[in-house]
């Protein structure tokens, strides 16, 4: 390990689930952290029960005397990244996925922000690419530095708010986004101790994370700098097919609704939009999918049901589609709404199969 700098008083946690990743993708990940600038940190590797070939690759990758790899059973994303979170010894963690990357000068950034305005949490931006050959050094961050302070309730509302999907021009910054999920945040660890990942077979829990976590924590300070390289997989998780799943999307809209009801009710703005954007993911990768043996018209009643689930019902007699200021796009939503809203189901079939069709 290369001789720590006298300042380097903070510990961080790192935490890293695999599951069967590619070993290209593993490789560029871990090295990543390694050539973090900022050097006293501890990587937990927590393998879920990956087959055997990743599992011995991954023992043979982690020599860092930071780095530890603890193997269990398969028991899914949340499950690990809790076990990860019960076993940090850090003051503050972060979370990486395995397929992704994070840029070198993370920690450093992070430190000073912790060290000059003492936040819950600090949050640095996110980069997407879709390339796997992909080097760091095209994500050169040429971002100036500035920062947003978020302190109070009002202030964590408008960041749950922007997460949901109802955009802050607050929160907007050239060349990378806010993540939704828990990536390039990094929180005091008590924290995240409290706001465990959620249990269940969830299609995803980063925005059910992320309300849980905006609900604990006092003040936040936002870097308009790049601080994670994040990895878009055509096959992800939240994107491919799954037999069962009108059950599996009936449940995130079930967990995105109680979540908001119970601790973000001033957010219902937000949570309408994320169940337009829930419905848009059912149809998608399971109704228009052309994996979905069904017939069409099993597939549109099943359609119809779901709208008349009370979460969309309650979002279709209340979503305001305002924020959108691409004028064709917001018409088009409109226009699909008032048909869903007046029991046109039909053409609203055709235009989100449209729709579901060039994103697929």
Request: proline share 3%; glycine share 4%.
């Amino acid at each position: 390990m290369d001789k720590m700098n006298k300042d380097e008083d903070i510990l961080f946690t790192i935490i890293v689930p695999v599951y069967n990743t590619e070993k290209y993708l593993f490789q560029k990940c871990i090295k990543s952290i390694q050539s973090l600038t900022y050097r006293n940190f501890e990587c937990l590797i927590v393998d879920d029960g990956s087959v055997k070939k990743c599992a011995n690759m991954l023992d043979s990758l982690c020599t860092d005397d930071r780095i530890r790899v603890i193997h269990i059973k398969h028991r899914g994303n949340s499950f690990a990244r809790n076990l990860g979170i019960e076993k940090a010894d850090g003051e503050f963690l972060l979370f990486a996925d395995s397929d992704d990357m994070v840029i070198p000068g993370l920690l450093d950034e992070a430190y000073h922000i912790i060290k000059e305005h003492d936040p819950d949490m600090a949050i640095g931006l996110v980069r997407s690419f879709k390339d796997k050959n992909m080097d760091l050094d095209s994500f050169y961050n040429m971002n100036k530095q500035h920062f947003v302070m978020l302190k109070g309730k009002e202030d964590m509302a408008e960041m749950v708010n922007h997460i949901l999907g109802c955009r802050s021009e607050r929160f907007e910054f050239s060349g990378g986004y806010v993540s939704g999920g828990p990536v390039a945040k990094v929180i005091r660890t008590s924290i995240a101790k409290i706001s465990k990942f959620p249990k269940g077979d969830l299609l995803t829990e980063d925005v059910v994370w992320n309300c849980n976590v905006m609900s604990n924590i006092e003040s936040a300070v936002i870097t308009s700098r790049i601080w994670y390289a994040y990895y878009h997989y055509p096959e992800s998780k939240s994107r491919r097919f799954y037999k069962d799943g009108q059950d599996k999307f009936n449940k995130q809209a079930a967990s995105y609704w109680n979540i908001c009801k119970k601790l973000w009710p001033e957010n219902e703005q937000g949570l309408y939009i994320k169940l337009w954007q829930e419905l848009a993911m059912y149809f998608r990768t399971y109704l228009g999918h052309p994996d979905n043996k069904k017939p069409w018209k099993r597939r549109y009643n099943m359609f119809k049901a779901a709208l008349k689930k009370p979460e969309y019902a309650e979002m279709m007699a209340n979503i305001d589609f305002s924020y959108d200021n691409r004028k064709a796009t917001r018409f088009m939503k409109e226009f699909t709404l008032f048909c869903m809203r007046y029991g046109f189901y039909l053409p609203a079939w055709f235009i989100w199969k449209k729709v579901s069709e060039k994103s697929l």
